[in-house]
C-alpha cells in the first residue's frame, strides 16, 4: 500500500468540534471522522475561501451548505477561523491531500472509490495513479464532457449510469466549485440508491493526482501562498476567482460565535 500523505500542519489527535464562522457552519475533525459513520448518505463540502464568499453570496449554496458537513480545506479560512476561536486547534483537511487518507480508508474497509470529472484522460491517469500507489485499492472513474455541464438528461443518466456499473462507497466528484456541490445535491437520492455512503467535492484534485496540473510546493501551501501560485499558474482562469477570495474576512467579521464538540462519527446515532 501506498504511503499515507498527511496534509500539512494537521493534527489528527485534536478532538472533533463543529463551530461557526460569518454565516456557515464548519466542522473541525480527523479525516476518518468524516470518512465514517453509520453508511447514511453525506454529502461533504470542502470549503476554502472561494466557497466561503460564493456561500455568503449565494443563497442558493449558502442553503445547501445547511445541510452537509464542511470541512476547512484552505489556510486562510484556517488561520482566519483559528483567531475567532483562540486556543482552539482548526484542522485542515485539503482535498487533494486527504484523497490520500481516503485511499488508505477504503483499502482497509475494503471499500470502492469512485472518480468523476476532469478530462477523461486525466480521470484514467489519477485512476491509475491510485492504483499503482495503494495496493488492492477498489477504484474507478469516469470524465464526463464538462462542456456540456449543466449536463443534459441523457448524459446526466449516462453518469448515473457508470456509477452504477461500480457502486462505490465513496464519490469524488471534480467539476469545480459550486456546479460540484450542486450536482452532488441534484443526485443524492440515486446516489444513496446506489449504495454511496459520502459524496465529496474536491475541485481539482483529479488534475493534481495525474499532473495534469502543478501543485504549489509544500512550502508555499505552508505559508497560505498556494492561491498566489495558483494564479501565476492559470491567471486568467484564477484571475476572478482571486478577487473573490479576498472578500472572505468581511464576511468572518459576522461571525456570531458558536462551537460544539462532537463525539460520535459523522452520521451515527446519537
Given at each position: 500500500?501506498?504511503?499515507?500523505?498527511?496534509?500539512?500542519?494537521?493534527?489528527?489527535?485534536?478532538?472533533?468540534?463543529?463551530?461557526?464562522?460569518?454565516?456557515?457552519?464548519?466542522?473541525?475533525?480527523?479525516?476518518?471522522?468524516?470518512?465514517?459513520?453509520?453508511?447514511?448518505?453525506?454529502?461533504?463540502?470542502?470549503?476554502?475561501?472561494?466557497?466561503?464568499?460564493?456561500?455568503?453570496?449565494?443563497?442558493?449554496?449558502?442553503?445547501?451548505?445547511?445541510?452537509?458537513?464542511?470541512?476547512?480545506?484552505?489556510?486562510?479560512?484556517?488561520?482566519?477561523?483559528?483567531?475567532?476561536?483562540?486556543?482552539?486547534?482548526?484542522?485542515?483537511?485539503?482535498?487533494?491531500?486527504?484523497?490520500?487518507?481516503?485511499?488508505?480508508?477504503?483499502?482497509?474497509?475494503?471499500?470502492?472509490?469512485?472518480?468523476?470529472?476532469?478530462?477523461?484522460?486525466?480521470?484514467?491517469?489519477?485512476?491509475?495513479?491510485?492504483?499503482?500507489?495503494?495496493?488492492?485499492?477498489?477504484?474507478?472513474?469516469?470524465?464526463?464532457?464538462?462542456?456540456?455541464s449543466p449536463f443534459?438528461?441523457?448524459?446526466?443518466?449516462?453518469?448515473?449510469?457508470?456509477?452504477?456499473?461500480?457502486?462505490?462507497?465513496?464519490?469524488?466528484?471534480?467539476?469545480?466549485?459550486?456546479?460540484?456541490?450542486?450536482?452532488?445535491?441534484?443526485?443524492?437520492?440515486?446516489?444513496?440508491?446506489?449504495?454511496?455512503?459520502?459524496?465529496?467535492?474536491?475541485?481539482?484534485?483529479?488534475?493534481?493526482?495525474?499532473?495534469?496540473?502543478?501543485?504549489?510546493?509544500?512550502?508555499?501551501?505552508?505559508?497560505?501562498?498556494?492561491?498566489?501560485?495558483?494564479?501565476?499558474?492559470?491567471?486568467?482562469?484564477?484571475?476572478?476567482?482571486?478577487?473573490t477570495m479576498f472578500?472572505?474576512?468581511?464576511?468572518?467579521?459576522?461571525?456570531?460565535?458558536?462551537?460544539?464538540?462532537?463525539?460520535?462519527?459523522?452520521?451515527?446515532?446519537?
Amino acid at each position: 500500500m501506498g504511503s499515507l500523505k498527511r496534509g500539512i500542519g494537521r493534527d489528527e489527535s485534536a478532538p472533533p468540534w463543529r463551530f461557526r464562522c460569518g454565516e456557515l457552519a464548519l466542522f473541525s475533525a480527523p479525516a476518518e471522522f468524516v470518512f465514517g459513520g453509520n453508511g447514511q448518505f453525506i454529502q461533504v463540502v470542502t470549503v476554502n475561501a472561494e466557497i466561503f464568499v460564493l456561500a455568503h453570496e449565494d443563497s442558493r449554496l449558502r442553503s445547501l451548505l445547511r445541510s452537509t458537513v464542511n470541512t476547512v480545506d484552505g489556510r486562510i479560512l484556517q488561520w482566519t477561523c483559528g483567531l475567532l476561536y483562540g486556543g482552539r486547534h482548526v484542522n485542515l483537511l485539503k482535498g487533494a491531500d486527504f484523497i490520500h487518507d481516503l485511499c488508505t480508508w477504503c483499502c482497509a474497509r475494503k471499500q470502492r472509490l469512485y472518480l468523476l470529472g476532469s478530462s477523461q484522460a486525466s480521470n484514467a491517469a489519477a485512476v491509475s495513479v491510485l492504483r499503482n500507489s495503494y495496493q488492492g485499492l477498489q477504484v474507478d472513474g469516469f470524465g464526463p464532457p464538462l462542456e456540456e455541464s449543466p449536463f443534459a438528461p441523457s448524459l446526466r443518466l449516462n453518469i448515473l449510469g457508470e456509477i452504477a456499473r461500480w457502486r462505490p462507497h465513496h464519490l469524488v466528484v471534480c467539476f469545480g466549485p459550486p456546479k460540484q456541490e450542486f450536482w452532488i445535491q441534484e443526485n443524492a437520492g440515486e446516489l444513496a440508491g446506489l449504495g454511496v455512503r459520502r459524496a465529496y467535492g474536491l475541485g481539482g484534485t483529479i488534475d493534481f493526482l495525474s499532473r495534469h496540473r502543478r501543485r504549489a510546493p509544500h512550502w508555499v501551501q505552508f505559508i497560505g501562498a498556494e492561491w498566489f501560485f495558483r494564479l501565476l499558474c492559470e491567471p486568467r482562469a484564477r484571475f476572478r476567482k482571486t478577487v473573490t477570495m479576498f472578500r472572505m474576512p468581511l464576511y468572518a467579521l459576522r461571525t456570531k460565535r458558536s462551537a460544539q464538540q462532537l463525539e460520535l462519527p459523522l452520521g451515527a446515532a446519537e
